[in-house]
T-cell receptor, first 119, second 110 residues
Framework: DTAVSQTPKYLVTQMGNDKSIKCEQNLGHDTMYWYKQDSKKFLKIMFSYNNKELIINETVPNRFSPKSPDKAHLNLHINSLELGDSAVYFC??????????????????FGEGSRLTVL | KQEVTQIPAALSVPEGENLVLNCSFTDSAIYNLQWFRQDPGKGLTSLLLIQSSQREQTSGRLNASLDKSSGRSTLYIAASQPGDSATYLCAVSVPSKIIFGSGTRLSIRP
């Protein structure tokens, strides 16, 4: 039973197109993230949402628009795709719980990734 | 600004050896530190999570330590096996963000 699932796993498209990647988690977590992993394998956070509200937008171009219809889903829509958008995009989730004494661990769970290739 | 560094970028050792992977971070104000494993073309699998109040965590042949004051964590792998070959990443949690190191690519030679 997959905890964090994202679709599609592979996406090949032309420059200028618009595409979406979907993510769902069945862990009951409040916080979801999108990360981008570039060709050098470096993972960089793009967005984080807590209970459907945007918490972090890490200077990502506004061609990238996340949407969270409910706290179990965080989709990523990309407009006017560029060559530099080619990467693996990872969705992740965690249960926020950083206060001392909380039983939540803040452990991060990842999806399998969506490899986007822009031609 | 929090920065996470992993050195070396790549490591190759013969099967059966014990080894240590290093992770350092610049700001000691973290909530927790997590070690992940990533196989080629796959997502990240959580290995160990250490809360900021803890010093170490163990799971099987893996032992992770945390020294917040010096900004360091180590992942110790005992009796390495070829199946341990993968990229290992550490990540630190700060308010509303989890920041990753660039990873150490580990290769275990049979």
């Amino acid at each position: 039973d997959t905890a964090v699932s994202q679709t599609p796993k592979y996406l090949v498209t032309q420059m200028g197109n618009d595409k979406s990647i979907k993510c769902e988690q069945n862990l009951g977590h409040d916080t979801m993230y999108w990360y981008k992993q570039d060709s050098k394998k470096f993972l960089k956070i793009m967005f984080s949402y807590n209970n459907k509200e945007l918490i972090i937008n890490e200077t990502v171009p506004n061609r990238f628009s996340p949407k969270s219809p409910d706290k179990a889903h965080l989709n990523l829509h990309i407009n006017s795709l560029e060559l530099g958008d080619s990467a693996v995009y990872f969705c992740a989730s965690s249960q926020e719980g950083y206060a001392v004494g909380t039983t939540n661990t803040g452990e991060l769970f990842f999806g399998e990734g969506s490899r986007l290739t822009v031609l | 600004k929090q920065e996470v560094t992993q050195i070396p970028a790549a490591l190759s050792v013969p099967e059966g050896e014990n080894l240590v992977l290093n992770c350092s971070f610049t700001d000691s104000a973290i909530y927790n530190l997590q070690w992940f494993r990533q196989d080629p073309g796959k997502g990240l699998t959580s290995l160990l999570l250490i809360q900021s109040s803890q010093r170490e965590q163990t799971s099987g042949r893996l032992n992770a330590s945390l020294d917040k004051s010096s900004g360091r964590s180590t992942l110790y792998i005992a009796a390495s096996q070829p199946g341990d070959s993968a990229t290992y990443l550490c990540a630190v949690s700060v308010p509303s963000k989890i920041i990753f190191g660039s990873g150490t690519r580990l290769s275990i030679r049979p």
